[in-house]
Structure formats: structure tokens, C-alpha cells
């Protein structure tokens, strides 16, 4: 276990090294350059300026300086804010990103789930219809549709929360939710999916020969054998999050790195921008491993092969 | 097995006329409500989308910049005369708008589902087909498309390709259509390579070829009912997966590009305003949950449909 | 891994004479029957006039039609036909694990032990299943939890209804599991199923069965998707532990063969209805339904030295909705005639003790002597 948990950690540099190489190598073909936004700036000063940052070097020296800078931890400076490195930048932002993240994640799991097996238990009746109708609701709105609704009737009609920024908890709320909203709602479908499928399994119907209680019956046998599926979807569901964050991030103002993701490609910030599909390729690829150990550690079928 | 009570079929018992598998299923479909519905909103979408500038009442782009002035220089409301949805603060009709953005949508359904068939079942397939070495190198490959930021990647390519040839072209939707199909084929491949795989291996396909069926029959009368419904189910279930990324996109300003009205875009113009005239938000935001709705019900009922494990069960 | 163990058959198993746990159980068992306890009725299981039917889409599929038969304390007795005949819905009914919806219980009753299964509430059905009723269900590979071990799947009904402490319990199944044939039973309780081979699943399952010394077992199609060799380690050890326990066994089964070497008395079920009952001799030696005679007509004999094809029963059975009223078998009945088809016969008795046949043309004015 500890070998095949190290193998797939490992498994995550190749990932990273091919991301960044079609990333630089992209992002590189891209025209226009970091000095664009300055509109009368020189021609000498801008060469002055290529100089200086390496980017008149050749792109595969220039991919070379920055994957030698990136191994040591060097992110390299801004080119949009050029008092602050991009270490500074992420260092800034990353915990609020994270923290969003991690919050958005709890409530989609902890909403998700139950919906999923209250849907199925109470299968083709009230509760079914509900928790079903709560699932299409989220699957139906965009993350920016939720935002922008979210805030116009929870913040600016009640006022029960604050439009933007992110400044306590009470901040928090509102962006947590609509980018929770989505995941919450393929968890549901998921789990709920699942548990229908596990209950017409034969080994239901040995616990129910056993003469164990129903509840011992729901939660032994059906649930525990349900989630192992979805699990597989909680992968997929932090990538979403990942890149949902960034919208939300916008619409709420929040003070985070996902932000940085959409202007830096509009600004040419090269190293920024790198940063940023680095953290978001790991992130991705990190978490993945996560939910493949916790995979296996639910299903002991493949805990032991 | 044991049992030496081997029943032949015969002519008196028959129990039913067998239909064929397609046809049972489209029978299990068109009994699911919700699959009905999902067939309905889909078909009015493309309805809309292929349709759309015949029925709408006035071309998308066009101003009426008189009625504007009469509203004070704000946008309609709904319910006004000649603009049933209102129009949006430049006088142009919000239907009219939002039927060229089904118009967007519908060609997003298909030209990425397209992609996604033309890279996904090839690789997925020849993966499956070969095993070994090429196969390890496939999977590893879709590993890294799987670890890929889909969203950055579709931006990073996008906005690298937006002055080409190729970037302009569909008003600048087709690249977007095309990334979007990029980090979409790997969940196709890797289902086309697990059917493959449990396909070459099964008793039926063994038998078929032993009792001398030609390819060209084990394919079509085998391996397509078999192995086609899994990927048509995620076909289907990929395509608002698509349209809620082209949404997002042109929210966020990249792919289709002005007068064309993508529902994400007018959902971001209509932002503005949101205070005073929701329904330049409310209007683009149910003409999407419609479309993902349709979308998803319609594959749910397919999978229901084709779900060959529900087969002859009660 | 699994190889090996199964070589052990389960003769091998070590017998009940070395345990002394088993004396315990032993001495319950004999104080029970001392007590006259669990002797409530004339026959451990009464089924009378058992309708369970599945309302489907396509209409109600009358799965088990008007079904009655006895099992006696201790008695083993084999319930035979083909697959969909509705012998499995008989014992899913008995427990009442029908799924429903679709299934339910339509009409008839079920006396077990002197209660009325059908009028008992859910709490008491509960109370009944796993502590009086033990079940085998067909398919070893699917009919245990793959996410929980065995010592805990087999657990878990003793816990529920044995109310044993934690030590006692483990003692329990360490027991069983020794008493079931597999090797090493102390070491094996923290497996899981998939470590098992089919055969060694399937004692597992029986283990389960028996884990609270059930007064009957339902063991449905206990062998089928066993190999044949270890079909009759199984089937074995089936028959040793009900005797010693004194456990009745309602045995399901497709294989007449099968019912011949466990039963004294068969029903053989077609098409929802028992067509034949009686004593396995007289079943063998002369049945007087044309449908059991297929049934053994398509055994393979040892006797057989005319090397003629093995014989099978033309046709499929009729499907259960709106059944005509007429034979059941007659479509694929080579004795048919005019009566057959207008109404249909009745069980009734024939020569031989507790015979009874459901055809017109056997009965004494039949047209076959």
C-alpha cells in the first residue's frame, strides 16, 4: 500500500513536467507580451525590459531558467505588479483560495451525501422527489448563475451578508455555497444512484435474511457499499472546485489566487500564470492520489490486490 | 452446470415476439417520464437552434434604438410591445438574443461531442485493442489530461489562437468548441478501452466467432449493442457538461465574440443591470438550466434504457 | 490460496463429539425438545394456498399460484423445477423477503411453528429471520457483503439475536466456522469473502444460516453455482449439520437428482403451481405427472445403456401473466387432449403414500394407466 501510494506520487512529476511544457510553450505563442498594457512605452525600453526578464533568450532557454527557478521554489517575479515576486502573490491569496476550497468541499460532501441516501431510502416518494428536485436545481445553475443570484437576493435584497470581500465568516457564506452548489448536486444523483443500485443486491438480501434491523441493514451493508463509487466522483468534483474558484472568487471579490488565473493570461504575467496552472495541476493531481488511497481503503477488495 | 433439463425453445410457448435491442430499449426510454422530458427540451433546443432565426422576431444584432430612447436610454422590460422578453440596454431583443444563443449551444452539442468521438473512441479503442505497451503509454497520456486545469487549458488555448485563421472562425466559437473537445475525450477513451477490453473477452463474441460470424456481423450485431451504450450515455451526459463550459467561457469573456450572444455572455452584460432589469440575467439563466436539464434527463433515461444489467429483471 | 482448503472435504471437518461447545449446543437442543418447545404445531411449516404475485408493467406475473405443502420438524424436503417455476419466491414468501414493490403476498397463509408469518409485524417478522429461519441463498460470490469480513457477516445475526457478549460471539463463529469445514477458523474471521473460493464462500453462508440454530433452513439452490465436486461437499454438509441440529431444510433445487439424495418427500413446482408430491421412491419409480417424467427422462442414468441422446422437455414454460385456465404443462405436454385445455386438473392422490398429481391423465380414468 505504502509502494503503491508512493508510486502514484511520483507518478505526479511527469504530470506536472508535461502540464508545464505545453502550458509554456502555449502560453509563450500567445501574442502580445507583458509590456502591452503600458501603451507608449519605448521600443528600447521594452527590449530594455525583455532583457532584463530573459524573454529575448531562445523559449526553450527561457523554459529551462524557469523550470531550474521553479525546482528551487522560485516562482519568479510579476510582471503585472513588479514590486511583489509571484511567491509573495501566492503566499498572499493561497489560504483564502484553500480555504474556500476545503469549505466549498465539507458542505458539498456533508449535504451531498445524506441528500443521496434520504433520495433513495425514500425511493419514488416525497423524499425522493425533493432531495431530486434540490439535485436538478444545482445541476441546472452555473456556479456564475448561482453567485450573481446569491448575491443579489441574499446581499443586496436581504442584506443578510455582505456583497464581497472576505473579511470574517460572515463573508464566507455566501461564496461557499455557490461553489458548493454543483458538487453538492452531483454527489446527490450519485449516491443516490448508488444506493438504488446496491439495494438490489443479493447480499441486501442475506443481511435482511439475518433478521438484522433495517437501520442496521441501511447502514452496514447499503451505505458503506454505496459510497464506494462515489468516491470515484469526488476527484473529478475538486477539480471542479479548483476551477470554480476562480469565478467565485470574481464575483465575490475575494482576495484569493484564483483571480490571478484569468487576468494573468490577460496581462501576459508569464510567471504568474505558470504558477498558477502549477498549483492548480497539482492540487488536481495531488488530490486525486488522496481519493484513489481513500478508495482503496474503503473497498478492501482492492486494498489487497 | 448441472442442470441436464435443457429447455429448447419452441414454436407453441413462445413467450413474446423478441424485439430488437435498440427497440427495447427506445420502449424502456419512452416509458421514463423524465427521459420524455429530457427528449422534449432537447428537441426544442435544437428546434431553437436550427430554427432560431426563422422564428426570431428580429434579427439578434438589430437595435431599436427608438424604443430605447422612449425608456430613457434603459433597457425594455419584458412584456413590451414588439419585445416579448424586453430587450437588453442597446435596444437589441432579448429572445431574438437568446435564440442565437440556443443557436451557439446546439452547434457546442455537436461540435464537441464530435471532437470528443473523433479523439476518445479512436484512442480508447486502439488502447484496448493492442493491451500492453501502447496501452500503458494511452493511459498515462490521459493521466495527464486528467491532472490538466480543463478550464485554464480551454483559456490558455483560446486566447493563444484567437488571432488565427482558425481562431476567427464560427465568430471565433470553433476554437473554443475544439478545446473544449480536447480535455473532454479522455473520460470517452478510457470507457471505449474498459468496453473493448470486456468485450474481446466475452463468451458471446468468442462464440460468435467460433460458430464462424463474420466481423462485420460480431461488430454490428454485437459489439455495437454491447459496448455502444455505455459511450452513447456519456456522449449524451458530456454534452451539457460542454454547454455549461461554453457558458462559463463566454461569461468569463473568451470564445464568441460580439454582436453574437452567447448565453454566458449575455448573462455577464446583463450583470450590470441586474438591480434594476433581472430579467437580462433571469431569461439567459433559465434558457441553460433547460438545456442542462434536457441534456441530463435525456442520458439518465438512455442509461436506464441501455443498462444492460436491468435486462430482463422485474 | 484457495486451492488447498478446497481439498478439505467435509467429512474432514472435525466431528461433533470433539467439542465441547458443541456438547453445549447439543444440550440446548435436547432441553428444547425436552421442553416441547418448538413442537407448537403438527408440522414445523404449514404453506397453505400461497399466492405471491409481481405487479409489473407489463401486468401481474402470478409467480406462485395457490401453493400448499408441510415440512415436518427436522424433515428435509425438496421443492424442484425449473428456473422461474416460482420455488425461489416460495422461500423468499416463507421469509418474507418477497421484494416488494413489485412482489407481494396475495393470499394463503404460512404457518410456521404455530404463528401465522403473514399476520406478524415487521418487528416480529425481524425476530423470526436469522434466529428461527436460516437462509442459503444460490450465488455464493454475490450473496455475501464484499466490504465486511466474514467473522462479522456471520456475526452480526448472533449479536442481533443471541444478545452473546463479544467474546462468546467470537467463540461462536470461530465454532461454526470450524463446524462448516474451513480450516483455520480463528485465522479466517478477519477475511474478507473475496479471499474465499465459491465453495468455501457458500460454508460461510451456511454458517451464516445456522450462526443462531435455526429451527429451518431455506437453502435455495445451495449447489448450483458450485463445480460438481464441490457441489457434493456442500450438499454434505448440508445433511450432516441439519441432523445434528435438528434443523428442517426446505431444498430448492432444479436437479431432481439432487432432491433424490437429500429428500425423502419432493414437490416438484411448474409454472407457479406443485404439479407432484410424494415420496422421493415413488416419485422415481412412478411419477404420474408427463411433466416428471421429463424431469427424470433428461437425468442422466448410470443404467442407461440404450446410449440414446439425453431427453429434455420441449418448450418454455408459459409466461405467468393471465394464465389460461387450463393444464399449465399441456402446450408441452406430448399426452395432451381436449380436457387438458378446457380446465385445468387438481391435485389429486394416487397410489403410493401422500401422492398427489395435478393431471388429467393419470388420475384413474385417465388416458395413461
Redesign the interface.
Known amino acids: 500500500m505504502i509502494a503503491y501510494i508512493g508510486r502514484r506520487l511520483l507518478?505526479?512529476i511527469?504530470?506536472?513536467f508535461?502540464?508545464s511544457v505545453?502550458?509554456f510553450f502555449?502560453?509563450h505563442?500567445?501574442?502580445g507580451g507583458p509590456w502591452d498594457r503600458e501603451k507608449h512605452l519605448p521600443q528600447g525600453t521594452q527590449d530594455r525590459l525583455n532583457a532584463q526578464y530573459g524573454l529575448d533568450q531562445p523559449i526553450y532557454v527561457q523554459y529551462a531558467r524557469w523550470a531550474g527557478a521553479f525546482i528551487q521554489g522560485d516562482l519568479g517575479p510579476s510582471y503585472r505588479f513588479q514590486d511583489r515576486t509571484v511567491n509573495d502573490i501566492v503566499a498572499d491569496g493561497i489560504w483564502t483560495t484553500v480555504q474556500l476550497g476545503v469549505m466549498a468541499f465539507l458542505l458539498a460532501v456533508a449535504v451531498g451525501i445524506p441528500l443521496g441516501i434520504f433520495a433513495a431510502l425514500g425511493h419514488n416518494k416525497a423524499p425522493d422527489y425533493i432531495a431530486t428536485s434540490i439535485s436538478?436545481i444545482g445541476?441546472?445553475?452555473?456556479?456564475?448563475?448561482l453567485g450573481?443570484?446569491m448575491t443579489?437576493f441574499f446581499a443586496?435584497q436581504l442584506g443578510w451578508f455582505p456583497t464581497g470581500g472576505w473579511k470574517g465568516p460572515q463573508y464566507w457564506v455566501l461564496p461557499t455555497i455557490a461553489l458548493a452548489g454543483f458538487p453538492i448536486a452531483i454527489i446527490a444523483r450519485y449516491t443516490r444512484a448508488s444506493m438504488l443500485e446496491v439495494t438490489?443486491?443479493?447480499?441486501i438480501?442475506?443481511?435482511?435474511?439475518?433478521?438484522?434491523?433495517d437501520q442496521?441493514v441501511v447502514s452496514?451493508?447499503m451505505i458503506?457499499?454505496a459510497l464506494?463509487p462515489v468516491v470515484t466522483i469526488l476527484g473529478p468534483t475538486l477539480?471542479f472546485l479548483?476551477?470554480g474558484s476562480f469565478?467565485i472568487e470574481?464575483i465575490f471579490g475575494i482576495p484569493g489566487v484564483g483571480q490571478y488565473?484569468?487576468t494573468a493570461?490577460?496581462t501576459r504575467d508569464y510567471s504568474l500564470?505558470m504558477a498558477?496552472?502549477m498549483l492548480?495541476?497539482f492540487a488536481?493531481?495531488f488530490l486525486?492520489v488522496v481519493v484513489d488511497v481513500l478508495y482503496a481503503y474503503?473497498?478492501?477488495?482492492i486494498r489487497?490486490s | 452446470m448441472a442442470t441436464n433439463t435443457t429447455v429448447v425453445p419452441a414454436r407453441l410457448a413462445k413467450p413474446k415476439a423478441a424485439a430488437g435491442p435498440w427497440r427495447e430499449a427506445f420502449g424502456r426510454l419512452v416509458r421514463n417520464k423524465l427521459a420524455v422530458l429530457g427528449l422534449i427540451l432537447v428537441s426544442l433546443l435544437l428546434f431553437c437552434g436550427i430554427f432560431g432565426p426563422l422564428i426570431a422576431p428580429w434579427p439578434y444584432q438589430d437595435q431599436d434604438l427608438q424604443a430605447i430612447f422612449a425608456n430613457g436610454n434603459r433597457p425594455l422590460p419584458p412584456l413590451s410591445p414588439n419585445h416579448i422578453l424586453g430587450t437588453d440596454q442597446l435596444g437589441r431583443d432579448l429572445l431574438s438574443r437568446l435564440l442565437d444563443g440556443a443557436r451557439i449551444s446546439v452547434t457546442v452539442a455537436f461540435v464537441v461531442q464530435f471532437v470528443i468521438i473523433f479523439i476518445g473512441v479512436p484512442v480508447g479503442a486502439f488502447s484496448g485493442w493492442f493491451g500492453g505497451r501502447t496501452d500503458n503509454f494511452m493511459m498515462r497520456l490521459t493521466d495527464v489530461f486528467y491532472a490538466f486545469p480543463d478550464l485554464l487549458f480551454i483559456i490558455l488555448l483560446s486566447v493563444a489562437f484567437r488571432e488565427t485563421v482558425f481562431g476567427q472562425a464560427l465568430d471565433g466559437l470553433l476554437l473554443v468548441f475544439v478545446a473544449i473537445g480536447l480535455v473532454g475525450w479522455v473520460t470517452v477513451a478510457r470507457l471505449t478501452r474498459g468496453q473493448m477490453l470486456a468485450l474481446k473477452e466475452t463468451e458471446f463474441v468468442e462464440a460468435a466467432k467460433a460458430i464462424g460470424v463474420s466481423d462485420r456481423k460480431i461488430v454490428m450485431r454485437h459489439l455495437l449493442p454491447n459496448g455502444m451504450g455505455p459511450i452513447i450515455v456519456a456522449i449524451t451526459l458530456g454534452v451539457p457538461v460542454a454547454i455549461l463550459a461554453e457558458a462559463t467561457l463566454a461569461y468569463i469573456g473568451i470564445g464568441v465574440q460580439p454582436p453574437r450572444a452567447s448565453w454566458g455572455s449575455l448573462i455577464a452584460e446583463g450583470q450590470k443591470y441586474i438591480r434594476s432589469e433581472p430579467h437580462l440575467v433571469i431569461f439567459p439563466a433559465i434558457f441553460i438550466a433547460l438545456a442542462l436539464i434536457g441534456f441530463t434527463f435525456l442520458g439518465d433515461g438512455l442509461r436506464d434504457a441501455l443498462d444492460p444489467k436491468l435486462k430482463g429483471k422485474q | 490460496m484457495v486451492n488447498a482448503e478446497e481439498e478439505v472435504s467435509a467429512a474432514d471437518a472435525p466431528t461433533i463429539v470433539e467439542l465441547s461447545s458443541d456438547d453445549v449446543l447439543r444440550e440446548r437442543n435436547e432441553e428444547v425438545a425436552e421442553a416441547g418447545v418448538g413442537q407448537k404445531a403438527d408440522h414445523l411449516l404449514e404453506v397453505r394456498g400461497l399466492s405471491t404475485h409481481f405487479f409489473t408493467a407489463d401486468g401481474v406475473v402470478q409467480a406462485v399460484d395457490d401453493v400448499s405443502f408441510d415440512v415436518g420438524y427436522g424433515e428435509t424436503l425438496g421443492l424442484v423445477g425449473e428456473s422461474g417455476c416460482g420455488k425461489s419466491v416460495t422461500a423468499l414468501s416463507i421469509a418474507r423477503l418477497v421484494p416488494a414493490p413489485p412482489g407481494k403476498i396475495v393470499a394463503g397463509s404460512i404457518l410456521f411453528d404455530g404463528i401465522d408469518v403473514l399476520k406478524l409485524s415487521h418487528e416480529d417478522m425481524r425476530q423470526l429471520r436469522g434466529k428461527e429461519i436460516g437462509f442459503i441463498f444460490q450465488d455464493p460470490l454475490t450473496s455475501l457483503n464484499p466490504t465486511l469480513t466474514i467473522g462479522y457477516q456471520i456475526g452480526e445475526s448472533i449479536k442481533e439475536h443471541m444478545g452473546l457478549s463479544a467474546k462468546a460471539a467470537r467463540d461462536r463463529i470461530v465454532e461454526l466456522l470450524d463446524k462448516v469445514g474451513i480450516p483455520r477458523p480463528a485465522d479466517r474471521l478477519n477475511d474478507y469473502p473475496f479471499q474465499f473460493s465459491g465453495g468455501m464462500r457458500q460454508r460461510v453462508m451456511i454458517a451464516i444460516a445456522l450462526a443462531c440454530d435455526p429451527k429451518l433452513i431455506l437453502a435455495d439452490e445451495p449447489t448450483t453455482a458450485l463445480d460438481v465436486t464441490i457441489q457434493a461437499q456442500i450438499l454434505e454438509l448440508i445433511q450432516r449439520l441439519s441432523s445434528e441440529f435438528g434443523t428442517a431444510v426446505l431444498l430448492i433445487t432444479h436437479d431432481l437428482g439432487i432432491a433424490a439424495g437429500m429428500c425423502d418427500r419432493v414437490n416438484v413446482m411448474y409454472a407457479g403451481r406443485i404439479v407432484e408430491t410424494g415420496k422421493v421412491d415413488t416419485m422415481f419409480e412412478s411419477p404420474r405427472m408427463p411433466y416428471a417424467w421429463g424431469l427424470l427422462d433428461s437425468l442422466p442414468r448410470i443404467d442407461d445403456i440404450r446410449g440414446e441422446k439425453l431427453r429434455t422437455i420441449e418448450g418454455l414454460p408459459p409466461v405467468l401473466i393471465d394464465p389460461p385456465v387450463a393444464c399449465r404443462f399441456g402446450p408441452r405436454c406430448p399426452y395432451i387432449r381436449d380436457v387438458c385445455r378446457e380446465r385445468e386438473p387438481e391435485l389429486t392422490p394416487r397410489p403410493g403414500e401422500g401422492h398427489l398429481a395435478r393431471c388429467f391423465a393419470t388420475e384413474p380414468d385417465g388416458w395413461i394407466a
Open positions: 507518478w505526479i511527469p504530470v506536472l508535461t502540464v505545453i502550458t502555449l502560453m505563442s500567445v501574442p436538478i445541476i441546472a445553475t452555473p456556479v456564475f448563475v450573481i443570484l443579489v443586496v438490489r443486491k443479493d447480499y438480501r442475506t443481511a435482511q435474511s439475518k433478521g438484522l434491523r442496521a452496514r451493508h458503506r457499499n464506494i477539480a479548483v476551477t469565478i470574481r488565473y484569468i493570461i490577460g500564470l498558477m496552472t492548480y495541476a488536481v493531481a486525486n474503503i473497498d478492501p477488495r489487497y
